[in-house]
C-alpha cells in the first residue's frame, strides 16, 4: 500500500473557474469506471474503489488518499466496483469474478468486507453463482432499519451471445448477517432481454430503501425504463415490473472520444426527515433530442411508485451539447438530489469535456448547474472510461468522483472538496460575457442583442433551434473588443420559421446563451 498525498487547489480566478477544490486521487493502475461512499458515521471516513481492482480510502473527507489494490484468492476480482457503509460502520467492496479454479469468468457477485475503515477486506463471500451463466452490474443498498443489505444484478445465460435462446434477466439477493450468507437469487424481472450487452439487454438495477424497508429498483432494457417494489423485505415483488418512461435511443449510445457509453438509470429514495421523506428518483441520460444532444434526466414518485411524474432535464444549458454518463446520491439528513454528469456545454465543437453538478433543494423541481472539475480534459477512445462515475452525499459532506484523461496520456482520478453553502457563489462569478435581454423579443423580423465584453475576447456565436441544431455560424472565432456589443438577427435573411431558438456565445473556455422566440 502506499500513500498519496496530491491535490490541486484552483481559485475562483482560475482561467478554468472550479468552484471546489479539485483532489487528485490516483493515475496508477488504469483507474476507471468509479464509485464512492461517505461513511454516514463519520463523514471523514470515504471509501472508493475504481476497476478493476483499485481500493482507497480517506480519513479527512478526501483532501488525501492511502491507495491499495484489493484480492480475493478464491473467487478474483473483475471490476463493477460497488462500495457501501453498513450501520455497524462496516464498508463493502463488491465486484465481478475470475476465479482462478472452480469456476468461470464473472460467474458471481463478490462481497469483501472490512471492518477497519477499508484497511483491509479480509471477508470474501460470494452470491448468484449459476453455473456457467455470467453475473454482472451489481448494486447494493442498506436497510438502515435492520441493517440488511440487498443486492441486485444482471445474469446472462452467455454473456455477447446474439441467439434468441441466450436471454438477460434481473436477479436479487440480500444478506441478514453482515454478508456471511446470502439468500438464494430471485428473479425480479419478468420481462427478460439479449445477451448483446446494449439496448435490448436488461441492465442497471439499482436498488433503494424506503422509509418503512420497502424495496424500489428500475432498470432499462426493450421495454424501456422500468420499475419494480417489494413490500416485505425482498420475499415476494410485483409479477411484472411497470414500464414508467421510454428511453428513445437505447441506454448503449455513442460519444466521440469514448470506446462506449451509457445512460443506465441510479434509483435512490428520500429518508430524511424533510417533506420530501418517501420520494422515489430516478436518473439516467439518453440521446432522445438526437445524437448530437445527449440530456440528464431525473423522473419521481411521491405514492411509491404508483405514478410517476415527467422527466426533468437536469441540464440547464442551451440544446445541442452533450451530457453523459450521470450518477445521483441523495442526501440522507437534508433530503437534497445530487447529480454527477460529464458535460461538453462550453465548447462549440470537438470533445473537450467538463465534469458538472446538479443539485436539487425542491425534491427535483429545480436544478443548480456548476462546474466541479479545475482542468477541462480530452477523452480519447483508446483509453477505456467504463460505465459509470460516482457520488456519495451524507450531512451536507458531497463528494463526487470521475475519471479524466490526463495531458501526457493515461487515466486519472478525481473528487472534489464539495460544499453545498457555496453552490450561489458560481452564479456571482463575473463572467467575461455578459447578456442583455434581447429587444424586441420575441420578434417578427429583427432583434438586436446587446452584450457586454469584460476584456477583449475571441468568440464563436452559433445560433441554434430548439433541438440544438446549429442554423448559422453568426461569428467564428472573432476578436470583440472590450466594453459593450451588439448583434443583429433577421429572421428573413436566416430563414427562420416562427419558434423558440438560441444564440449560443463562446469564449475559450466558457459559454452563455440567449433565448430567442420567432413569432
Not at 460519444?255 to 417533506?275: E, H, M, V
Not at 446520491?329 to 437534497?336: F, P
Request: hydrophobic letters at 35%; charged letters at 15%.
Amino acid at each position: 500500500m502506499k500513500k498519496i498525498i496530491l491535490f490541486v487547489f484552483l481559485s475562483l480566478s482560475s482561467k478554468f473557474i472550479a468552484q471546489f477544490p479539485n483532489v487528485l486521487i490516483s493515475t496508477s493502475n488504469s483507474p476507471e469506471e468509479v464509485c464512492i461512499a461517505i461513511n454516514p458515521k463519520n463523514t471523514n471516513q470515504i471509501v472508493a474503489g475504481a476497476n478493476l481492482n483499485n481500493s482507497y480510502r480517506s480519513n479527512d473527507a478526501g483532501v488525501t488518499w492511502s491507495v491499495q489494490t484489493l484480492a480475493c484468492s478464491a473467487y478474483g476480482v473483475w471490476g463493477d466496483p460497488v462500495l457501501i457503509w453498513d450501520t455497524a460502520n462496516t464498508c463493502y467492496y463488491m465486484h465481478l469474478s475470475n476465479p482462478p479454479s472452480g469456476g468461470s469468468w464473472i460467474d458471481r457477485i463478490v462481497v469483501q468486507k472490512s471492518t477497519n475503515f477499508g484497511q483491509n477486506y479480509t471477508t470474501c463471500t460470494y452470491t448468484g453463482k449459476n453455473g456457467t451463466k455470467a453475473q454482472d452490474k451489481e448494486w447494493a443498498v442498506v436497510n438502515p432499519l435492520n441493517n440488511e443489505i440487498h443486492v441486485t444484478w444482471t445474469q446472462f445465460d452467455n454473456y455477447g451471445s446474439t441467439s434468441p435462446s441466450d436471454s438477460s434477466i434481473i436477479l436479487y439477493s440480500k444478506t441478514s448477517d453482515g454478508g456471511t450468507t446470502w439468500s438464494a437469487p430471485k428473479r425480479i424481472s419478468h420481462y427478460a432481454g439479449d445477451c448483446i450487452d446494449s439496448d435490448n439487454t436488461v441492465e442497471g438495477a439499482v436498488p433503494a430503501v424506503g422509509p418503512l424497508g420497502e424495496l424500489y429498483v428500475a432498470w432499462a432494457g426493450p421495454k424501456g425504463l422500468v420499475f419494480q417494489k417489494s413490500l416485505d423485505g425482498g420475499a415476494t415483488w410485483l409479477a411484472t415490473e411497470t414500464i414508467i418512461n421510454s428511453f428513445p435511443g437505447g441506454w448503449d449510445y455513442a460519444i466521440n472520444g469514448l470506446q462506449r457509453c451509457n445512460g443506465l438509470p441510479f434509483t435512490y429514495c428520500d429518508l430524511s426527515n424533510g417533506p420530501n421523506k418517501g420520494t422515489i428518483y430516478i436518473n439516467w441520460s439518453d440521446q432522445s433530442s438526437g445524437a448530437n444532444d445527449g440530456d440528464i434526466w431525473l423522473i419521481k414518485s411521491t405514492d411509491g411508485g404508483n405514478t410517476w411524474s415527467s422527466p426533468k432535464r437536469v441540464n440547464d444549458d442551451a440544446p445541442g451539447k452533450q451530457q453523459f454518463m450521470s450518477a445521483m446520491a441523495i442526501d440522507q439528513v437534508t433530503g437534497y438530489v445530487y447529480i454527477l454528469f460529464y458535460d461538453r456545454r462550453n465548447f462549440s465543437s470537438g470533445t473537450n469535456t467538463d465534469v458538472y453538478m446538479a443539485v436539487s433543494q425542491d425534491a427535483g423541481t429545480t436544478f443548480v448547474n456548476y462546474k466541479v472539475n479545475a482542468n477541462t480534459f480530452t477523452p480519447s477512445a483508446s483509453y477505456f472510461f467504463g460505465d459509470y462515475i460516482g457520488i456519495s452525499a451524507h450531512n451536507n459532506v458531497v463528494r463526487p468522483i470521475w475519471m479524466q484523461l490526463t495531458s501526457t496520456g493515461g487515466l486519472s482520478v478525481y473528487t472534489a472538496l464539495v460544499n453545498p453553502s457555496t453552490v450561489g457563489i458560481y452564479n456571482a462569478i463575473p463572467e467575461n460575457i455578459s447578456l442583455i435581454t434581447p429587444m424586441p423579443n420575441p420578434f417578427k423580423t429583427e432583434t438586436s442583442i446587446n452584450f457586454n465584453i469584460a476584456k477583449k475576447s475571441k468568440l464563436t456565436v452559433q445560433l441554434v433551434d430548439n433541438v440544438g441544431k446549429i442554423i448559422s455560424v453568426i461569428q467564428n472565432k472573432k476578436m470583440f473588443p472590450e466594453g459593450k456589443n451588439t448583434l443583429v438577427i433577421n429572421a428573413n435573411q436566416l430563414n427562420l420559421v416562427p419558434g423558440i431558438y438560441y444564440v449560443v456565445f463562446y469564449d475559450e473556455e466558457k459559454s452563455k446563451y440567449v433565448k430567442l422566440i420567432v413569432e
